[in-house]
């Protein structure tokens, strides 16, 4: 029965009695339960069924728990309320999702006797609103009064991780971008006195500049909202001039690498209401995500239509995301293109969701590719969400 619970892990669970009974097997008033419950990490302790049967004070305060009694027979993801605990009847542990959890990973390998590590990327549900963690999770076998049991911790590294984000997207743009300013600049002063490359020039200058000031501006705006202190500012916008301004921003031969870029030309042109900064930022980096996913030669179109009071914006590439990419393809920090990048698809789910009023989904197979769609109201006057 248990087995079709399951689409990974064992779903098998311990009655109550018997995590009570485990439970017991630990002195929460010793020494060592003490120092436990003052370290700032998660600590737990997990029978063969991964049930808590121990957690730290730090565990009860993310959970929100306040007795250790009330989170007893929980797995991990249920007490840091992921979201892919809630989607199969097994719990934690057992969905498709799981697969690529470093958690369940760490688990699993602990029971197998070996001390492991794993990063892995979990959205929670806060005060109704979803939350990208980046952890760290370690894990290894613990033996007590003849039982098998796992120590379990778990760290938050998304300071590392923002770091690591600075310094291989934002630094590595912003090089590549100075590194043209810089050019552009030589040229300029070795051509001044030719009015015609004096304008060439300039303009190109000009636009490097711009281009330099919107990534730091980029990066500015996902690190105010993370913290929520962005403060969109809602106004008048149409669909179609939207789309356009960023086409033409996109339609440049050093990021296209030969890749085709269409624009629908039946897409609608709707008035509607949002924050114009964020917009073009999601819309962007929707456009970018699927440039960066096309081989050369491969068309990647974008447009949008009208549905009842919303506007939809879609994107569409000739690519394919497996299981694992599309399982993954929100949670902060995962990227097909390798550590300390992956801010791209998570951003554009987290501003429209989070801040825009909007909803952002894909489909991907192999015989129609990649479509990403996000969809706002038609007249949207939000604020700092709740």
Not at 141 to 166: V, Y
Not at 258 to 265: A, I, K, N
Not at 266 to 280: R, W
Request: overall charge negative.
């Amino acid at each position: 029965m248990t087995n079709d619970l399951t689409k990974f892990a064992p779903a098998e669970r311990a009655d109550h009695d018997e995590v009570v009974r485990e439970w017991r097997c630990f002195d929460t008033d010793s020494p060592i339960a003490t120092l436990l419950n003052l370290m700032p990490e998660v600590v737990l302790i997990l029978n063969r069924q991964r049930q808590v049967v121990f957690a730290n004070r730090a565990a009860l305060e993310y959970s929100g728990a306040e007795e250790l009694e009330t989170v007893l027979g929980m797995r991990p993801g249920e007490l840091l309320r992921c979201k892919h605990s809630q989607e199969s009847e097994g719990g934690c542990g057992t969905t498709e999702a799981c697969r690529y959890c470093g958690a369940t990973h760490a688990m699993l390998e602990s029971q197998e006797g070996r001390s492991v590590t794993e990063e892995c990327r979990i959205t929670t549900y806060k005060d109704g609103n979803e939350e990208a963690l980046d952890l760290r999770a370690w894990a290894r076998p613990l033996e007590m009064a003849g039982e098998d049991f796992t120590f379990f911790t778990l760290s938050d590294i998304a300071d590392q991780k923002r770091r690591e984000s600075l310094e291989r997207i934002f630094l590595h743009d912003m090089m590549n971008t100075a590194t043209a300013l810089k050019g552009f600049s030589w040229m300029l002063s070795e051509n001044g006195e030719d009015a015609e490359s004096v304008r060439k020039y300039g303009d190109r200058i000009s636009v490097l500049s711009e281009r330099m000031i919107a990534e730091i501006q980029a990066h500015r705006q996902l690190l105010a909202a993370e913290r929520g202190e962005l403060k969109p500012n809602p106004e008048p916008l149409n669909s179609y001039v939207l789309l356009q301004d960023v086409f033409l921003d996109c339609c440049r031969p050093e990021m296209l690498a030969r890749r085709v870029l269409r624009l629908d030309e039946q897409s609608a042109s709707v008035d509607f209401v949002s924050d114009p900064m964020l917009m073009t930022r999601v819309l962007e980096n929707l456009l970018k995500n699927a440039i960066e996913a096309s081989a050369p030669g491969e068309r990647v179109s974008m447009g949008c239509y009208e549905l009842r009071d919303e506007v939809v914006f879609w994107v569409h590439n000739a690519g394919y995301m497996p299981e694992g990419v599309r399982l993954q393809i929100f949670n902060r920090s995962f990227s097909t293109k390798g550590p300390g990048r992956g801010l791209g698809t998570y951003s554009v789910k987290y501003l429209s969701e989070r801040y825009l009023g909007g909803h952002v989904s894909f489909t991907s197979t192999e015989e129609d590719g990649t479509r990403f769609e996000a969809r706002y109201p038609r007249d949207w006057r939000g604020g700092i969400p709740n």
